[in-house]
């Protein structure tokens, strides 16, 4: 069974958020979220370490 949980956030993140979201459920579009900022931290680290 699939626990779910509650995130308090301002009202108007939400509103932001969930025009981004779409049709889309919130957990698959917060793992989205999550998985390009994981990768645009890599990427950003990679160029990083590339240039010094």
Do not use: D, H, P
């Not at 932001?16 to 917060?30: A, D, I, P, V, Y």
């Not at 390009?36 to 160029?47: G, N």
Request: aromatic share 12%.
């Amino acid at each position: 069974m699939r626990k779910y949980a509650t995130i308090s956030v301002l009202r108007e993140v939400k509103e932001l958020l969930e025009k981004e979201k779409g049709k889309r459920g919130w957990s698959e579009f917060l793992l989205e979220l999550y998985k390009e900022a994981k990768y645009s931290k890599a990427k950003k680290a990679f160029k990083n370490q590339r240039n010094t």
